[in-house]
């Protein structure tokens, strides 16, 4: 089959590789129909998530037809047609049974190597390094996905790939970053990033009954979406101040709930030794923490900061006063997908969101090397690509 | 040296036959028997020090232990000696659950890693191999020395085995339904560290590493009914 295989910074390729077979008795394999590329992709793409080889196949985001069914699986059946969560989860343990998906005890083959680092392991999840399991990903033709019958959610012919697509992360991500806000009738929620997840989070925010939602970004691409999509009120922090303009727009209260969807994007996963590296080596880094910092800032008192972006390492200069003196919530981790896939479908099938709206790109896998620099190179035309694994190429 | 190595019964026993004896030390005492009277303490002040502190000096030179149950591998081995390991791991299921299945010794290859096959031989004992990398092969006999439905098995290697050890694996229920700890102790040696050069070669250097694993795979086993994997998932080429 063909696949998108990580060979080192900077190199992606689009490749033939072997078939997946099931290897656990919970499997199922699938025929991947559409999938994505994630913004967290790119710090794969980039070289910044350390346990990475060259051979892993990526991709987190990713829907299909079930084509075979491990013999314990008797949720599944072949032809079912499935959206894939990114977290993998057994079901069965502790944080499962609380619904903490995403710390499932049970799903990382390589527990050790995040027990080194974070001193407990969370769940495996796709195509995203060693440490995470080492699941090949499903930017591939087909996938195997382990724990079959616990994460994939059936979805009906009448939505189209494309509107459940998203099921698989960003939007329940989106969304339960704008849960975690205790979100009240009428509220203020100010969003820093608005890439896909950004979108969805504001997008949520409007469903969980936000009055007004403010987007923070540099990129005019982002902001008009923004603007179009969710009636954001947009703050381009190159143009101008973050700290004052959100005074200004709250009568110096402050937002209710600040969403931090940037993450310490590019100092992700670091160690000591690196995370030396990348804070002396990138001016971006910098202005990236930035975001959390001012989140803490602006957030009213008695408010949630909330943080859907992933970070991985040490965090320097975090003004923990500021945040005591407020009396601050901080809400965060990686999203609990299980939880959310049945009432967000509910909320498709109802016209209430179409999480398509992010999409910007649609191209066959063959071309996926050229769409991950496309994605990092150019952020105003470029928001979200989905790939067609089956699609032939066009020449 | 003055650790414990006697047992709560015996202390007692100790230390009430001390008391014993210095009263009747006080008694000879009173009958102007002086001689009597200072043996008599002498045995009998030394007896309440056993009983309280749990320290015989006798059984120190002896190597005898009598203060520790069947369940601690230090008891097996005589002392402090060796490389000592320790682990537990919370499991979504009952103790007696858990019990049950760990008795299936035969079943403890598929959890504990670089274990290749457990033959049991009859109730108490079981013939054990294991591989590490290369040709590193090592073969013993274990003997369950205590075995306590649903809270406790030790267990120890006999006869002239490669690999002298010994263990115990409890099980203790948690609060609220949560399930159950289980904890394991291990220890092994031999004379000159030549068990220790072994096991390194089968088990490799971190034998607590080894050890979280195999407990960690059980309780993927007993909780997931598998145990995660990516072993022969498709890989891009070099």
């Given at each position: 089959m063909k696949a998108l295989v990580w060979h080192g910074t900077d190199d992606v390729r689009v490749e033939r590789v072997p078939d997946p077979a099931l290897l656990n008795p919970r499997d199922a394999i699938v025929k991947v129909t559409t999938t994505a590329i994630c913004g967290s992709d790119l710090h794969l793409l980039d070289g910044f998530i350390p346990t990475m080889k060259s051979g892993d196949i990526l991709g987190h985001e990713f829907m299909g037809e079930v084509v075979d069914?491990?013999?314990?699986?008797?949720?599944?059946?072949?032809?079912?047609?499935?959206?894939?969560?990114?977290?993998?989860?057994?079901?069965?343990?502790f944080f499962c049974e609380r619904e903490l998906w995403s710390c499932c005890d049970n799903s990382n083959p390589n527990a050790w190597m995040l027990e080194k680092l974070y001193g407990m392991s969370s769940s495996g999840l796709f195509g995203y390094s060693h440490m995470m399991g080492g699941y090949a990903g499903g930017q591939a033709q087909y996938v195997r996905v382990p724990f079959a019958d616990v994460g994939p959610i059936k979805v009906p012919d009448s939505l189209t790939d494309e509107q459940v697509l998203?099921?698989?992360?960003?939007?329940?991500?989106?969304?339960?970053?704008?849960?975690?806000?205790?979100?009240?009738?009428?509220?203020?929620?100010a969003v820093w990033g608005c890439g896909p997840v950004g979108q969805l989070a504001m997008a949520s925010a409007k469903l969980l009954g936000a009055g007004r939602v403010i987007a923070i970004d540099s990129v005019p691409g982002r902001l008009d979406l923004a603007r179009r999509q969710v009636d954001a009120t947009v703050i381009n922090f190159e143009q101008e101040d973050v700290l004052d303009r959100l005074k200004q727009l709250t009568g110096g209260r402050g937002p209710d709930a600040c969403i931090d969807a940037v993450g310490l994007e590019a100092h992700g996963f670091t160690l000591d030794a690196y995370?030396?590296?990348?804070?002396?080596?990138?001016?971006?880094?910098?202005?990236?923490?930035?975001?959390?910092?001012?989140?803490?800032?602006?957030?009213r008192k008695g408010g949630v900061v909330s943080i859907p972006g992933v970070y991985g390492g040490v965090l320097d200069k975090f003004p923990l006063g500021a945040a005591f003196s407020k009396g601050l919530t901080f809400k965060m981790g990686q999203t609990h997908v299980m939880k959310y896939l049945a009432p967000l479908l509910a909320r498709i099938e109802r016209g209430e969101i179409d999480p398509s709206f992010v999409i910007t790109h649609r191209l066959p896998i063959d071309e996926a090397a050229a769409a991950y620099r496309t994605f990092r190179d150019r952020k105003n035309e470029c928001i979200k690509v989905v790939l067609k694994p089956h699609q032939p190429a066009v020449h | 040296m003055s650790s414990i190595n006697v047992q709560q019964t015996e202390r007692w026993a100790s230390a009430l036959g001390g008391a014993a004896l210095l009263v009747a030390a006080a008694r000879r005492l009173a009958d102007e028997r002086p001689g009597q009277a200072a043996f008599l303490s002498a045995v009998g002040t030394g007896l309440m020090w056993r009983g309280g502190t749990g320290h015989s000096n006798f059984y120190a030179a002896a190597g005898i232990n009598t203060a520790e149950r069947g369940d601690d591998a230090r008891t097996h081995l005589s002392g402090p000696r060796g490389i000592f390991v320790e682990q537990a791991v919370s499991i979504a299921r009952s103790p007696n659950e858990l019990y049950r299945e760990w008795r299936h010794l035969e079943r403890i290859p598929q959890f504990v890693p670089n274990v290749v096959s457990v033959r049991?031989?009859?109730?108490?004992?079981?013939?054990?191999?294991?591989?590490?990398?290369?040709?590193?092969r090592a073969e013993w006999i274990?003997?369950?020395?205590?075995?306590?439905?649903?809270?406790?098995?030790?267990?120890?290697?006999?006869?002239?085995?490669?690999?002298?050890?010994?263990?115990?694996?409890?099980?203790?229920?948690e609060p609220g339904n949560r399930g159950t700890v289980m904890s394991v102790k291990l220890q092994y040696d031999l004379p000159g560290g030549k068990a220790t050069a072994l096991f390194a070669k089968v088990f490799g250097s971190e034998p607590s590493q080894v050890l979280r694993e195999g407990l960690r795979r059980f309780k993927q086993l007993m909780e997931a009914g598998e145990i995660p994997t990516t072993e022969g998932q498709p890989r891009g080429g070099r």
């Open positions: 069914v491990g013999r314990d699986n008797r949720k599944l059946r072949v032809g079912d047609r499935v959206v894939v969560p990114f977290t993998i989860a057994c079901g069965h343990c998203f099921l698989s992360d960003i939007f329940p991500t989106g969304y339960m970053a704008a849960e975690n806000c205790d979100i009240h009738e009428g509220d203020t929620i995370y030396d590296r990348v804070k002396t080596a990138t001016y971006l880094a910098t202005d990236r923490s930035n975001a959390l910092r001012q989140a803490i800032h602006a957030c | 049991v031989l009859d109730d108490r004992r079981s013939h054990w191999t294991a591989r590490g990398p290369g040709k590193a274990a003997e369950i020395i205590n075995d306590i439905p649903n809270e406790l098995i030790a267990w120890r290697t006999v006869g002239g085995a490669d690999m002298v050890s010994a263990g115990s694996v409890h099980f203790a229920s």
